[in-house]
Antibody
């Protein structure tokens, strides 16, 4: 079935880096724009970044611009986010989400992976 | 940047109708999407493009959008509808940002 599975979360010290991955199955990843959305503990949803279906366009939330890089490998059906210069306020569950083909809504979500930035 | 405003909480008795609002400047000119999130789970899309439902979402979930307010309406509320609900739009005016409202906790009394 259509599925997204994140991995790579964990505990990391402030200022360090971490890469989180999202494996897609049950659909053709290369046909869809993909996003990262995060949720800090007890807080609401925050959009992080988007990458177009072919990787040619990328946009970021102001809170992560210059520190995070979204990428994809369609041959491996995998989405990534490289997170550098991590801060305590980046602590959150990170979800990957598929953007609908005809709407700017997110119709498929992964289960999320927790990233904790702490010394 | 574009701001979406939701009430923090809404309470309703079983069988009644719940209405959750999402305010934004001229939001009626945008497509609004709604998500349901239960504790410990990923969000689920329940309404897109103001009033359309994805397959598998009950007809009890409906939406509307006009002026400065979009509304998610849940008819014949059930205990299983208790969750956080988020509205979302695309803000093309600020470097292609996607925006979420702060979320509304729906409590079924």
């Amino acid at each position: 079935q259509v599925q997204l599975v994140e991995s790579g979360g964990g505990v990391v010290q402030p200022g360090r880096s971490l890469r989180v991955s999202c494996a897609a199955s049950g659909f053709t990843l290369s046909s869809y724009a993909m996003h990262w959305v995060r949720q800090a503990p007890g807080k609401g949803l925050e959009w992080v970044a988007v990458i177009s279906y072919d990787g040619s366009n990328k946009y970021y939330a102001d809170s992560v611009k210059g520190r995070f890089t979204i990428s994809r490998d369609n041959s491996k059906n995998t989405l990534y986010v490289q997170m550098n210069s991590l801060r305590a306020e980046d602590t959150a569950v990170y979800y990957c989400a598929r953007e609908m083909a005809t709407q700017d809504a997110f119709d498929i979500w992964g289960q999320g992976t927790m990233v904790t930035v702490s010394s | 940047s574009y701001v979406l405003t939701q009430p923090p909480s809404v309470s309703v008795a079983p069988g009644q109708t719940a209405r959750i609002t999402c305010g934004g400047n001229n939001i009626g000119s945008k497509s609004v999407h709604w998500y349901q999130q239960k504790p410990g789970q990923a969000p689920v899309l329940v309404v897109y493009d103001d009033s359309d439902r994805p397959s598998g979402i009950p007809e009890r979930f409906s939406g509307s959008n006009s002026g400065n307010t979009a509304t998610l309406t849940i008819s014949r509320v059930q205990a299983g509808d208790e969750a956080d609900y988020y509205c979302q739009v695309w803000d093309g005016s600020s470097d292609h940002h996607w925006v979420f409202g702060g979320g509304t906790k729906l409590t079924v009394l």
